[in-house]
Structure formats: structure tokens, C-alpha cells
Nanobody, 115 residues
């Protein structure tokens, strides 16, 4: 049974930083592409950043230069370091694991950025 557990969300002032973590179980972590998505109130869920099994990463334009995704295959954990946070980054952040047509989601962690 696949399980993804996110942590690290919270309330932070604009300009601050947070580090999200997502611990996976029930999968061969190293062969999965891992990503972070977010969904704010009234909007569709959007892709924030991806760390592929092969090591490459990519980011949404809105977070480039501020967010960094990384993964630790030994610990089965993917991280999202978020710096210079803005109020528009406020959302529920979800971890995703994907390999071909297999996809799993975490329960989400709330990030709130006050102005």
C-alpha cells in the first residue's frame, strides 16, 4: 500500500521560508518521479516542481529561483525548500509519486503566507 505523508507546512510572513517534506512508503522510491503540487481556494491544482527518478528537476515559472525540490532516495523522502514566500503561494501543497500510469497523492499540508 502506497503512502505519502507530507509535513512542514504552516503560517509564515511574506519573505519567509518553509521546508516541506514528503516521506513515501510502499513503493520503490528511487524509480518514481516525485513532484509537489498546490491548490489554493477556488483554483485548480497546479504543478509546482518535479524531481524525476533520473535526477532532473523542473519548476513552474511562478516559483523558479525561489523554490528548490530535492530527493533523498535512501530516506524515501522528497523535499521542497521554499524561500522568499509570497501571499500568492498560500495553498495546500500535495506530494505526488508517479511511474507510468501509477500515481499516488499525499493528504496535503497547508501553507499560509501573510502579507
Amino acid at each position: 500500500q502506497v503512502q505519502l505523508v507530507e509535513s512542514g507546512g504552516g503560517l509564515v510572513q511574506a519573505g519567509g521560508s518553509l521546508r516541506l517534506s514528503c516521506v513515501a512508503s510502499g513503493i520503490t522510491f528511487r524509480i518514481y518521479d516525485m513532484s509537489w503540487h498546490r491548490q489554493s481556494s477556488g483554483k485548480q491544482r497546479e504543478l509546482v516542481a518535479t524531481a524525476r527518478s533520473g535526477g532532473s528537476t523542473n519548476y513552474a515559472d511562478s516559483v523558479k529561483g525561489r523554490f528548490t525540490i530535492s530527493r533523498d532516495n535512501a530516506e524515501k523522502t522528497v523535499y521542497l525548500q521554499m524561500n522568499n514566500l509570497k501571499p500568492e503561494d498560500t495553498a495546500v501543497y500535495y506530494c505526488n509519486a508517479q511511474r507510468f500510469d501509477l500515481t499516488s497523492w499525499g493528504q496535503g499540508t497547508q501553507v499560509t503566507v501573510s502579507s
